[in-house]
């Protein structure tokens, strides 16, 4: 599907970008060198220009092939990128998705990753016409606990697989 932009009031969501109008590549290798990031987001290195030009590529060609809807978190006046959300493992046939997100290090702690999935749940939930959407993460990270309580999902419980890490792998559910 064509990649679509979502303003959710305190935040535009949009592309990442890296052109001469805005390169959301610096804040994306600052981002994606935070401990807490390294520590929780294993996928993905974004330690250069070059990787984090792979990376907004990805990402595009995730929304061309109906994989992954993902948004830039950014503020509006400027542009400036605070972080990112992003719907994955997307099913439309099935209805189901799971919600994915960061937030820079600098830029923690004041609601971002709450309202802008919030607002990416929306989506969700009304165009793209899903029913269910999970939500995991590992036991320690408590910060992305408090995303999915404040975002309505229900604790389901610990998976039967440990995340990469070794750690207990916990999953939250929201329905439609
Ligand atoms: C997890 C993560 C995305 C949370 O982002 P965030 O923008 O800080 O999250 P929020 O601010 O929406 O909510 C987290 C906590 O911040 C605090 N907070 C939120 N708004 C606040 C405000 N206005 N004032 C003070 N504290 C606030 C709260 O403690 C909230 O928890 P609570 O609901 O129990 O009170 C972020 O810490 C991160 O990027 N971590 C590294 C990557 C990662 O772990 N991603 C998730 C993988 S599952």
């Known amino acids: 599907m064509e990649p679509v932009e979502l303003n959710e009031g305190s935040y535009h969501l949009r592309q990442l970008r890296a052109d001469r109008r805005l390169d959301d590549r610096p804040a994306l290798i600052e981002a994606f060198a935070d401990p807490a990031h390294r520590r929780y987001v294993l996928n993905y290195r974004v330690r250069t220009l070059d990787e984090a030009t792979e990376y907004i590529a990805l990402r595009l060609a995730q929304w061309a092939g109906d994989e992954r809807c993902s948004w830039a978190v950014a503020e509006p006046a400027t542009g400036r990128l605070l972080g990112e959300v992003g ?9 189901y998705a799971e919600a994915a997100v960061w937030v820079h290090p600098a830029e923690r702690r004041r609601g971002i990753a709450s309202t802008a999935l919030d607002a990416a749940l929306r989506f969700g939930f009304g165009p793209l016409g ?22 309505g999902f229900t604790r389901i419980g610990q998976e039967p697989e440990p995340a990469p890490t070794g750690e207990p792998l916990i999953r939250w559910l929201r329905t439609a």
């Open 130 to 151: 899903l029913r269910a959407v999970s939500y995991r993460y590992e036991e320690s990270n408590t910060d992305s606990a408090a995303v999915a309580r404040r975002c």
């Open 87 to 95: 719907l994955r493992e997307l099913d439309l046939v099935a209805g």
